[in-house]
Structures are given as C-alpha cells and as structure tokens.
C-alpha cells in the first residue's frame, strides 16, 4: 500500500481562508483580531516559530505585536508585559513562546496570561476545560492535527488511536480531543516497553517525541491515518520527523510529510484561536 500523503500546507491554506472571512466580519464591525507574541531570548528555532506565527497573523490582516526580551530578562518584568497585555483591549490573544529560560517558572507565567487570552490554551483553567470537553482554546498543534484528519476524511469514533508523547503541549492534548471524538485512546511515551506492540494497534498513530525516525514501517498497522507531530534536524541540516516517512508510507494509508504536514496547521489554529477570542470578546 501506498499511503495517501495529508497536504497539510493545501489544508493549512482552506483552513486559514475559512477564518479570513470570520476576521473579515469583524473588522467590517470596527474589530481588528490582535495577537501578541512573547519571545525571551535568543533560541534560534523559536525565533523562527515566532516569526512564521506573526508572518500569518499579517497575511490575514490581523494586528500582530511581537514582543521580544532578552535572555536575562528578570520574571517580574515578563509578568508586568503579561499584565500590560491582559489590560490592552487591542490584543485578544496572548502567546509566550516556551521553552522559556531557565530562571522564570513557566507554570506562573501560563498562568498570568487572562483565560480570555489565553490563544494556546495552556493555562490551568482552560487545560481543565478541555479535560471536561467544554475547551474554548484548544492548543494549536493538537488542534491542526485534529484538523487534518476531519479534512483528510478519517474517522475517528471508534477507532483506536494511539498517541506517542505526553507532553502538555502536544501528546496529553491530543489524546484528550481524540477521546472527546470517541476514539479509544493509549497514550505511550518513548519510554513504553515494547512501543510496537501499541503502535501496531493503531488505527491512528501520532507521534510527537522529538526522536528522529523512531516509528518505522513495521510498527504501523496497514491502513493506518499516521500524524508525525516530529521536526528534527539531521546532521545535514535536513528536516525530519519522528516518523520514517519512506517505510511508513508503503504500510500506512495516511500520512502526514514534514515539512508540510502539522506545522502550518499549527499556526493557522493559532490564528483560528484568535479571532474566536477576538469575536467573543466584540459580543
Ligand atoms: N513551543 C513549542 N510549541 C509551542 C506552542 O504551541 N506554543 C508555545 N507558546 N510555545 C511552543
């Protein structure tokens, strides 16, 4: 079998369109979307994720302010930004880009961004949200993941997906949205004894472990819709996933590229996720 290929930057494109029109509506109404973006120091990949994410909130018109501080910027100085920000009637959605350096505590930081704001949907409230299946943000990546599947015409009820991560970011989302759509849900880590054995249960596999390749051809079930959240660099400084995209495609029945497949969808739910506050802030 050959695996159909999830065009994630076409699906990105149809996505994105659909919520131009909803920002559209609004700044027909005198409300212009606005999304800050928070970056401490230098990293150089989360500069490039920043970049990309203020590049689209542009190419749909939305108001975009990126906010970038130094490595040693003190905590107490990113919590009066984030106050500032909560209190900025322009701005509807906050993001701090993580990781964040080591001397401010990521927790006290997610949990200062306003709920309302709070466009990842990292913050303690509206993570218990999504737990009791009532999410108002749901975090972008899972989101575009989800995303790809409802557009790639993947059935999820009933089915078993297994996830391979459990960060806060991606694995423990996704394996929650995917059981709010019914699926029967296992969650591994990198860790788990004998991953194949789950893998190889999957009706849908995501993975997102940050392993380079770790899943190959032979821990997939034929037929399986296959997700690679994974973007590593190779000692060539080519990109790769977690996922061995040439032996996963001959066995699996979906599969998603990276490049291509769940990174631009990250960012146009980021986008989705501001104009909803934005619309639900203009009621
Ligand atoms: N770092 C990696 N992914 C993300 C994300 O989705 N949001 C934020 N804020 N930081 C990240």
Redesign the pocket.
């Known amino acids: 079998m050959t695996a159909k290929i999830i065009d994630g930057k076409a699906i990105a494109q149809e996505v994105r369109a659909e919520w131009k029109v909803r920002a559209d509506a609004l700044k027909a109404r005198g409300i212009t979307p606005g999304l800050a973006v928070i970056i401490v120091g230098e990293d150089p990949a989360s500069k490039v994720?920043v970049g990309n994410k203020v590049k689209a909130c542009a190419e749909l018109g939305l108001h975009s302010e990126h906010i970038a501080l130094p490595a040693d910027t003190p905590e107490a100085v990113l919590l009066a930004q984030i106050a500032a920000l909560n209190a900025n009637p322009a701005i509807h959605g906050i993001?701090?880009?993580?990781p964040v350096p080591k001397h401010i505590d990521s927790a006290k930081v997610l949990e200062a961004i306003a709920p309302n704001k709070d466009v990842?949907g990292f913050h303690p409230m509206n993570v218990g949200a999504l737990v009791t299946g009532n999410t108002r943000f749901p975090?972008?990546?899972p989101y575009g993941a989800m995303k790809l599947l409802e557009k790639s015409g993947v059935t999820i009820e009933g089915k078993h997906a297994v996830v391979v991560g459990r960060s806060n970011?991606v694995g423990k989302p996704m394996a929650l949205m995917l059981l709010q759509q019914n699926a029967t849900v296992t969650i591994c880590t990198s860790r788990t004894v004998d991953l194949a054995r789950h893998t190889r249960d999957a009706d849908i596999l995501v993975v997102a472990t940050g392993k380079a390749r770790m899943i190959t051809g032979d821990m997939i079930k034929p037929g399986a819709a296959v997700i690679d959240v994974g973007i590593n660099r190779l000692p060539d400084g080519k990109l790769c996933g977690d996922v061995d995209f040439d032996s996963a495609k001959e066995v699996a029945g979906w599969i998603t590229p990276v490049p291509g497949g769940v990174g631009p969808m990250?960012i146009t739910m980021l986008v989705a996720n501001t104009v909803q506050a934005a619309e639900r802030a203009g009621k």
């Open positions: 994720y993001l701090v880009q993580l990842d975090p972008c990546t970011i990250t």
